[in-house]
């Protein structure tokens, strides 16, 4: 259903009454696409351009080397971080492309947007 901009101000209004930090920003997100019926990515998106959406701060890495293959992630949780950079920047994300990638360029292009963004 597309967003009216009711169900915006809704959705934004949802979100304050929640008082997200970076840690439970994320779940306040899905619960309000459940409430909504909508993508959690598009609620996110939404919060985003209205600038109240709360993003979740990365843990820090050590930058002593080169990539490390210890910790695997799975595609979904790369296409999912991907998809929250992307939005973190206002950028509308077609998902038909990005469910088609790989969970390494997934990751890769999530941590130069990231950066950019930076």
């Not at 967003?3 to 304050?16: H, L």
């Not at 973190?88 to 130069?112: H, N, P, R, S």
Request: charged content about 25%; cysteine-free.
């Amino acid at each position: 259903m597309p967003w009216t901009d009711e169900s915006k101000a809704q959705a934004v209004a949802m979100y304050e009454e929640a008082e997200p930090t970076p840690e439970t920003s994320m779940e306040i997100v899905k619960e309000i696409a459940e409430e909504l019926s909508e993508s959690p990515n598009g609620v996110r998106m939404i919060l985003t351009k209205a600038g109240v959406y709360v993003k979740k701060t990365p843990a820090t890495k050590s930058s002593g080397g080169s990539t490390s293959t210890g910790g695997r992630i799975s595609k979904a949780d790369a296409v999912e971080k991907l998809t929250a950079a992307l939005t973190d920047i206002g950028a509308e994300v077609d998902e038909d492309i990005v469910g088609k990638l790989t969970g390494k360029a997934a990751m890769y292009f999530a941590g130069v947007i990231s950066q950019a963004g930076n």
